[in-house]
Structure formats: structure tokens, C-alpha cells
């Protein structure tokens, strides 16, 4: 006896209501850590933390390594300085981002077509500090059981400058503890936060050239 045609159907269409079923799950998982993110991230209005940025490239033995500091206050106000080796610094105070590099008579403000870039980047972070994930229209975003958060280029022309970012979460709710930068197959950035303290007072002038 041959089975009935609707049988068969039935078959072949578990797997597939299954798929369908462990994504909307995984979807809806997704979205709902993002949003603990968001909410958490939200809660915190200063940010301190040092920093270790190390740069692996496949030709060199050890990764060049720098170290800096790096402060936040909400809503975007970010200071991104480099220490050692060489000094540098960022500023994005009330949204307007600057740099700077030392000089025998300190900080001087670098001026030029890099400015505008470092605009978008400075965005970029300030989103994810925020935990604005949801409304990214560079990165698409995917959630990782391991507590990272991958952003994936949109565009096919961003793609060959950077593979991917994948943000680790600290144990702390609300609060990324390494920033990971895939360039290519043979190269890496990831600068690591340590020391991080949360909701300290800042004064204005951490967001000036000389605080």
C-alpha cells in the first residue's frame, strides 16, 4: 500500500517547521539579550576604564602593543587617549570629535580629511556603549551563545577594510569588555578594558585637551 500523499507532506514538512521554529526562538533570544544590553547600558552615565590595544599582524612574532585611557559620559561625550608608546588623543565632546597629537609643547589638533572619518567611528561607539544595536545601518548584528555581539559590514566595499567586530560583554550588565576588529584572515585589533569603573563623577574637563 502506497503511503497517503499528505503523509508525505506532513514528513517533509517537520524538519522545516522545525527550522523555522528554532530560528524564531533564536531570533527572539537574540532580541531580548540586546535589549538587557540596551537597558543595562543605559543605566550607566560615566564610563572609566584603561586600556591594551593590541595589533596582530601574521608577520611580526608579538603583537605591537599600546595603552592608553579612555572615559565617557552620556549622552556623547568620549575621551580616547593613548599613552605609551606613542601619545595621541581623540576627543568627541557634545557630538564634535577632534584629535591630537603630542608635540615638545604638547597636544597639537590634527586638522584634515581623517577628522570626518573619525566622526563615524566616534558614532559608532558611542551607539554601542548605548547599546544601540537596533537601528545600526553600518553593521548588521548578531548575538553569540558565548556573550559576544558580532557586527558584520553591510556593504561588500566596508567588508575588505573590515571583516567583522565582535564586542565581548563583561560580566558586568551593560558593560563590553574587549573590542575585537577582524581586518583579514592574518590580521587582528583587539583593544581589551580593564580597571573599569562605572558612574563616577567626571568632571567637564576630561573632555578638553588638558583635563
Known sequence: MKPKPYLNRRRWHIPGMGVMLFLSLWGSAMAATLAEFKAAAQQIHTLKADFIQEKHLKILSKPLL????????????????????????????????SRYLWTQSGFKEQRGPGTEG??????????????????????????????????????????????????????????????TIYEGEDSFTRIVFNHIRVNIPLDASSFTVNP
Not at 565617557?72 to 570629535?97: C, F, H, T
Open 118 to 179: 573619525m566622526q563615524g567611528v566616534f558614532g559608532e561607539i558611542n551607539s554601542w556603549l548605548k547599546g544601540e544595536f537596533d537601528k545600526d545601518a553600518v553593521f548588521r548584528v548578531r548575538f553569540e551563545n558565548t556573550g559576544h555581539i558580532a557586527l558584520i559590514p553591510r556593504e561588500d566595499s566596508f567588508r575588505r577594510l573590515i571583516q567583522k567586530i565582535v564586542l565581548a560583554l563583561s560580566d558586568q550588565p551593560g558593560i563590553i569588555r574587549s573590542v
Open 66 to 97: 599600546s595603552r592608553g585611557v579612555f572615559y565617557y559620559q552620556a549622552p556623547d561625550s568620549l575621551r580616547w587617549e593613548y599613552r605609551s608608546p606613542i601619545k595621541s588623543l581623540m576627543l568627541m565632546d557634545n557630538g564634535q570629535v
